[in-house]
């Protein structure tokens, strides 16, 4: 479909939102033409207020005109000075694919890309050009990688994609903003009614009679009613728009593999779900483990440390790669499934292009140091700009973990609290333990009905898990206090905790502690030789396997977000 027609559609479907409006609007002004006509006063007087009340936010959609405005997204403008190896690239790309390249190029903290243009006349007319580019994508791609992203994202600005967005985002605006309308007074509505009816059944109670059931089904019917109406034309209207969108995916695939290869284009596609889930995992396990207490990474690594995990687990990624997601599309999403996109781009010939242009992409940049530490000022909100910085992602981890352990709130503390009326400390649970107290204690932990209903040895066996890994979490606590725990800082891996070496010097497995413990016949002297022992017992730390608690790196990488328009 060409710029013309496609601009044709669009006003269109616009013009048919406000048409509908003004359907409707009739259609209410004849229905209270007719009930002044016919219908008793009182009837039709209440009835022509209630289409007053519906017409409102028809009337206020219909003189809504101005087409929203992008909100900037947030990051760090650089100008061709700051870094002109990126500029040139963009600018060469630019000629490639046939458009003028961006006045503004942006950096990011996101794993996307995106173009913006502040057309006029309704898209009619070009207007100034913004690229949008993600610095996770420069931690982990390739340059090669790099300039399909970019010839894919140029190639919209070639195919007009940009201006006429302006007539798609109006429309769309205008028909959710009048559904949220109705939904909102349907809402107050029904919330009305509650209210109403609860007062009724208060009053009812204290007299002595029954309360009937509250049933707002009905409140707010003709809302719903009116709102369903532009919910059925807004899925027509996304379906329509949307199928253009996403024939705009593909030809701006199509003018990536032509300018940047086959190849890179393909591998593109498939890193950036890839990138996606590791930097949600990374912000979650990494980047954030310590905004809770207000601490953060040293300046510069609250988005440098993702490439430095992209390389601790290299291998991770390798099979991340293989796995493109398959679920099924909304029909409302403006992007095709990125194995469909993928599948087009890899039966394209070869092109001979596989080894163009190979070295990472954050070479582009004159100071990526400088860069990502200027970003952290450019997108995090002020409040924590001032929280506490740390040396390095050690000692992150260290605040971090000797926090984490300062609050008792296992359910083997809260058992110990109804069976004594105190708060416990190890010492004290291990003297119990040793008056051969553990079972009474356990029948006050948490358990399912059979558990409870449970006797001797298969009692015994229903609870001694909960009681291993509360004792566990309580040990470690002990220890972190007594200063007899270290956690090893990994960028491939879970955080580790290190405990003191036996007196053989051997390695101190904590469960093989724990677990006699928790015996049929329990045994503490282990437990209580280990905590005997000085921080640093034998003077090194001995390893222990991954602790279930808090800690770097503990959660598995998620999906792939949902990208903006003109995203890849």
């Known amino acids: 479909m060409g710029t013309t027609l496609r601009a044709l559609r669009a006003l269109l479907l616009l013009a048919g939102f406000y048409l509908l409006g003004v359907l409707l609007l009739a259609v209410l002004a004849g229905a209270d033409y007719l009930l002044f006509l016919h219908a008793p006063t009182s009837l039709a007087g209440k009835l022509i207020i209630v289409s007053v009340l519906l017409a409102i936010p028809l009337v206020r959609g219909l003189f809504m005109l101005r087409t929203p405005r992008d909100e900037e997204m947030a990051g760090l403008p650089v100008a061709e000075a700051d870094e002109p190896e990126l500029w040139r690239t963009v600018r060469e790309l630019a000629d490639e694919v046939g458009t003028a390249a961006p006045s503004r190029i942006v950096l990011t903290a996101d794993v996307n890309a995106a173009v913006a243009e502040d057309a006029r006349l309704l898209g009619l007319r070009p207007g100034a050009r913004r690229l949008y580019l993600g610095v996770p994508l420069l931690q982990g791609l390739s340059q090669a990688q790099l300039r399909a992203v970019l010839a894919h994202e140029l190639g919209h600005y070639s195919n007009s994609d940009t201006r006429l967005a302006a007539l798609t985002v109006r429309g769309r605006a205008q028909v959710l903003r009048t559904i949220r309308h109705f939904e909102q007074r349907a809402d107050n509505t029904a919330a009305r009614e509650q209210a109403k009816q609860e007062k009724k059944n208060a009053k009812a109670e204290a007299k002595g009679k029954q309360a009937k059931e509250v049933d707002t089904g009905h409140a707010g019917i003709t809302y719903r009613t009116m709102a369903k109406i532009y919910v059925g034309y807004a899925k027509l209207y996304f379906r329509a728009t949307l199928s253009v969108s996403r024939r705009q995916e593909y030809a701006a695939d199509i003018a990536a593999a032509r300018i940047a290869g086959r190849d890179a284009t393909a591998s593109a596609l498939r ?26 990474p040293p300046r510069g690594e609250m988005f440098g440390g993702f490439g430095r995990m992209l ?24 992007h095709p499934p990125i194995a469909d996109r993928v599948r087009r781009i890899e039966e394209l010939p070869d092109d001979g292009r596989a080894d163009e242009a190979r070295g990472a992409a954050l070479d582009l940049l004159s100071d990526p140091r400088r860069t990502l530490t200027e970003l952290e000022d450019a997108v995090l909100a002020e409040e924590v700009r001032g929280f506490r910085r740390t040396a390095d992602w050690q000692e992150l981890l260290d605040l971090v973990m000797a926090k984490s352990y300062r609050a008792g709130t296992t359910p083997l503390h809260r058992a110990y609290a109804e069976y004594t009326g105190e708060q416990p400390t190890l010492p004290v649970l291990l003297d119990l333990i040793e008056d051969g107290r553990l079972w009474q204690l356990a029948k006050r932990l948490p358990m399912s009905d059979e558990a409870a209903a449970a006797q001797g040895r298969v009692f015994r066996e229903f609870v001694r898990p909960i009681l291993h890994k509360s004792l566990k979490s309580m040990v470690m606590a002990e220890l972190n206090a007594r200063g007899l725990l270290r956690w090893e800082f990994s960028w491939e891996r879970s955080a580790i905790p290190r405990l003191p070496r036996g007196a053989d010097g051997g390695e101190t497995d904590l469960d093989e502690v724990v677990a006699p413990v928790v015996a049929d016949a329990p045994d503490t002297g282990a437990l209580r030789e280990l905590l005997a022992r000085e921080p640093g017992g034998q003077g090194e730390h001995g390893g222990s396997r991954e602790h279930g608690e808090p800690r770097a790196g503990s959660r598995e990488h998620g999906e792939s977000r949902e990208s903006e328009r003109g995203a890849v």
């Open 271 to 296: 890193e950036i779900p890839v990138l996606d889930g590791s930097f949600d995992f990374y912000m979650r396990c990494y980047a954030t483990l310590g905004t809770d207490q207000e601490i953060l």
């Open 311 to 334: 390389s601790g687990r290299s291998l991770e990624l390798v099979e991340m790669r293989g796995d493109l997601p398959t679920g099924p599309t909304s029909p409302y999403d403006s």
